[in-house]
Nanobody, 123 residues
Framework: VQLQASGGGLVQAGDSLRLSCAAS????????MGWFRQAPGKEREFVAA????????SYSDSVKGRFTISRDNAKNTVYLQMNSLKPEDTAAYYC?????????????????WGQGTQVTVSS
């Protein structure tokens, strides 16, 4: 399975971005999907996850209320809508496909990872 993340860029604080993650094959429609991020010098951290049907989502406290994860299984694509961006959201964002159908906050639950897309938020 290959995951291709896109949609990153340079924005100002308060702006919005939508990240996309396209999967190379249909089987990820049975898997939970997640977004993680990694800032320079920091550990990769959980951002959001969604169940395979899309009915169950999970968010980190730092993005809850500002970010929304969604998926379109017909397009094998997962999205991360990011609103009210803050400078502390600056990081490389990675999408990942879980081994199972239930969303997880743990990196070890994810078997496949995309290459990352950079989000930079200026103050």
């Amino acid at each position: 399975v290959q995951l291709q993340a896109s949609g990153g860029g340079l924005v100002q604080a308060g702006d919005s971005l939508r990240l996309s993650c396209a999967a190379s094959r249909r089987t990820v429609s049975n898997n939970a999907m997640g977004w993680f991020r990694q800032a320079p010098g920091k550990e990769r951290e959980f951002v959001a996850a969604i169940s395979w049907r899309g009915g169950d989502t999970s968010y980190s406290d730092s993005v809850k209320g500002r970010f929304t994860i969604s998926r379109d299984n017909a397009k094998n694509t997962v999205y991360l809508q990011m609103n009210s961006l803050k400078p502390e959201d600056t990081a490389a964002y990675y999408c990942a496909a879980a081994r199972g159908s239930v969303p997880s906050t743990s990196r070890s639950s994810y078997a496949y990872w995309g290459q990352g897309t950079q989000v930079t938020v200026s103050s």
